[in-house]
């Protein structure tokens, strides 16, 4: 499910980080989802930047009802102090979109707030939605 190769060249370091980073589980789905102090800012830009990059790698999107609809996912590592130390997006088939991703991720995910981890370094899961006309 995961390209390990393409999910490590993608990862990305957005603090300091942990002095010992434990490997990503191997079952994505087992991960519990992250909860965020405050939402991630997200403006109708970025969801127009998503269109445009998808476009341009020309990604085969699933489409329902004449509107396109992109589900891409991340495993993200969050240090004992709530902050994003990893980000390792879950291949999609749209690469452009995992990129773009994780460095929305690196950019706005540190301004959202702490991440509860009960004082340990721990995974999460996460997704961004994007959806336009087709």
Not at 86 to 97: A, D, F, M
Not at 106 to 130: L, R
Request: with cysteine; glycine share 6%; charged share 25%.
């Amino acid at each position: 499910m995961i390209d390990l190769l393409f999910a490590m060249a993608l990862a990305s370091t957005t603090t300091q980080g942990a002095d010992t980073v434990s490997a990503m589980p191997a079952d994505y789905s087992a991960l519990e989802t992250a909860k965020f102090s405050k939402p991630i800012y997200y403006a109708q830009r970025h969801e127009m930047a998503a269109e445009r990059a998808a476009k341009k790698a020309k990604c085969k999107l699933p489409t329902a009802e004449r509107w396109v609809y992109a589900r891409i996912e991340a495993a993200i590592l969050v240090t004992p102090d709530g902050e994003l130390a990893k980000i390792v997006p879950v291949e999609s088939g749209c690469r452009e979109l995992e990129i773009y991703m994780v460095n929305h991720l690196g950019k706005y995910g540190s301004k959202a707030g702490p991440i509860a981890t009960n004082g340990k370094t721990t995974w999460y899961k996460t997704a961004m939605h994007f959806r336009w006309p087709e």
